[in-house]
């Protein structure tokens, strides 16, 4: 029986082999190389999956946004009102894209497009599936790159670019606005995103998330960083969050203050490629928070290392997305649920909680990676720290002093 499922299992990862060999040989008849074609196939999968999903995410996040306010959401076209994304997309396809007169017209065309280039990038370094399907074939654009937690925060952190020029190239005040509190909180929350993940890349020993995983995969369950490092998950998320510019972090486009921020003088397709940008962001660190912490394609019993085949493959990939569509639904129903902060607000959680919380970790994981000490000491200290924060961020609300001034006082000022 065993050796009857290894040969079935053979056959079904040569299938695969074969039909990606078919295409790479169709590509080289019309002189593409091999070190060409590879690449090219998986950009052309993921833009095509990309867009579609992106659509596909903003119909979701209605129809919770409506279950949470107790309404009905997109429902008139199509059955459940599925086929809404296909219509909104001919919609800004086909509206009339108006450029102010009083903008910089170059500034104000390529601020758009550096958002979606610079998300759509960062993809090109994250697992999107197991990554030892043939020698040639991996699930990810660029593999092996040694370096790939750098290249992906060195990539994203460019994305604010787009947003600053769009605010300041509209030549409005609440654009201008929007794009210089883009600048201040993307580079402040820069700091505790990259030092969450500095103790991630010390327990696996490398800066490839394809080792990553492995090295997550093969601990098992109980292997998954997030057992480890619980409190580089939370500041890793959160500091995720306000990089794209989500609720409640969403201060560059504050409706109740600045109308639309940094996009309020923009309509057509050049807006809906900053929703792109923004909706594939969302992506990204959903595919980040499963790779990094959550164990990525691995699952007890149904995806192993172990495991080949087809059926093998296909689970694993189904893995892998039911965890990104898990952090998709958490960041939608965040949105939702929480108000939005004071600017103030949002730069003290990141001065002062998220950066000495990030830099107390990542010295614990330094002393247990130095000292040779037992893993089960870093979600000791993830406790600790927290709790520490806690007691020394509880303030209690002193009496106010001032007195109650009668009414007439008041009428008599004014």
Not at 141 to 150: E, N, Q, R, Y
Not at 235 to 263: K, M, T, V, W
Not at 277 to 288: A, P
Not at 325 to 352: E, H, N
Request: overall charge neutral; some cysteine; aromatic content about 12%.
């Amino acid at each position: 029986m065993n050796l009857s499922l290894q040969i079935l299992a053979a056959t079904e990862s040569n299938f695969v082999v074969r039909l990606f060999e078919f295409v790479i040989s169709i590509l080289g008849w019309i002189g593409l190389p091999r070190e060409v074609s590879v690449p090219l196939i998986m950009i052309l999968l993921v833009l095509g999956t990309m867009l579609g999903a992106c659509s596909y995410a903003i119909w979701l996040e209605r129809k919770l946004a409506a279950w949470i306010q107790d309404r009905v959401g997109p429902n008139r076209v199509g059955k459940w009102g599925l086929l809404q994304p296909i219509a909104d997309g001919a919609k800004f396809l086909l509206k009339e894209d108006i450029i102010p007169a009083h903008v910089d017209k170059v500034l104000f065309v390529i601020a758009p497009t550096i958002s979606v280039f610079t998300t759509m990038l960062a993809l090109a370094v994250v697992p999107l599936g197991p990554t030892t399907l043939g020698e040639d074939f991996q699930f990810m654009i660029a593999p092996k790159i040694d370096i790939g937690i750098v290249f992906l925060f060195s990539v994203t952190s460019l994305a604010v670019y787009g947003i600053i020029l769009g605010g300041w190239s509209s030549n409005n005040k609440y654009s201008a606005l929007g794009g210089l509190r883009s600048s201040a909180q993307v580079v402040s929350y820069e700091i505790p995103l990259g030092m969450s993940v500095i103790g991630i890349a010390l327990m696996a020993g490398s800066l490839n998330l394809e080792t990553v995983v492995d090295a997550q995969a093969q601990g098992g369950l109980f292997g998954w960083n997030i057992w480890y490092q619980p409190l580089a998950a939370g500041i890793f998320f959160l500091a995720a969050l306000a990089e794209s510019n989500r609720l409640p972090f969403d201060l560059p486009e504050c409706e109740q203050e600045l109308i639309g921020g940094y996009h309020t003088e923009y309509s057509a397709l050049k807006f809906g490629m900053f929703f792109l940008g923004e909706y594939t962001h969302v992506f990204t660190v959903s595919f980040l928070c499963s790779v990094l912490f959550l164990g990525g394609w691995h699952f007890p019993f149904i995806a192993e290392p172990a495991s080949v085949g087809m059926l093998a493959t296909v689970l694993k990939i189904g893995v892998l997305l039911t965890k990104v569509f898990g952090v998709i639904v958490l960041i939608m129903l965040l949105r939702w649920c929480l108000p939005r902060f004071r600017f103030d607000q949002l730069m003290g959680l990141c001065w002062k909680v998220l950066i000495p919380l990030s830099l107390g970790n990542m010295l614990c994981v330094m002393v247990v990676r130095e000292f040779e000490l037992s893993w089960l000491w870093l979600p000791v200290s993830s406790a600790v720290l927290f709790c520490t924060a806690g007691v020394l961020g509880f303030r209690p609300i002193a009496p106010s002093n001032r007195r109650a001034r009668p009414v007439e006082t008041l009428v008599a000022h004014h």
